[in-house]
């Protein structure tokens, strides 16, 4: 069975610092690209980005560059999101996913981790 499990969300002022952490358990982790979504209340779910299986080639979305950074250890089958800079339209709850084909063809998900981020 497969899990993932996200953990390190939490409450931060405007300006901090959080890093997410994934841990997969069921899977040949290391087979698996892994991508970080997130979604805010009322709003669809958004990718934020996405790490290949090997670690060596990252996707990321536009508006997260320069304060998203994913990466993955793949001895801990561990995938992270360290989030700097943080405002409050950051808010949200933060999901990892894990996929066996291409970037999007995304097949397990965990259950998030809320961020919020006050003003």
């Known amino acids: 069975q497969v899990q993932l499990v996200e953990s390190g969300g939490g409450l931060v002022q405007a300006g901090g610092s959080l890093r997410l952490s994934c841990a997969a358990s069921?899977?040949?982790?290391?087979?698996?690209?892994m991508g970080w979504f997130r979604q805010a209340p009322g709003k669809e779910r958004k990718f934020i980005g996405d790490i290949g299986p090997s670690g060596r080639l990252t996707t990321s979305a536009d508006y997260t560059k320069d304060r998203f950074t994913i990466s993955r250890d793949n001895t801990k089958n561990t995938v992270y999101l360290q989030l700097i800079n943080l405002k409050p339209e950051d808010t949200a709850v933060y999901y990892c996913?894990?996929?066996?084909?291409?970037?999007?063809?995304?097949?397990?998900w965990g259950q998030g981790t809320q961020v919020t981020v006050s003003s």
């Open positions: 996913t894990a996929r066996e084909g291409g970037v999007g063809s995304y097949v397990y």
């Open positions: 069921g899977l040949t982790f290391s087979n698996y690209g």
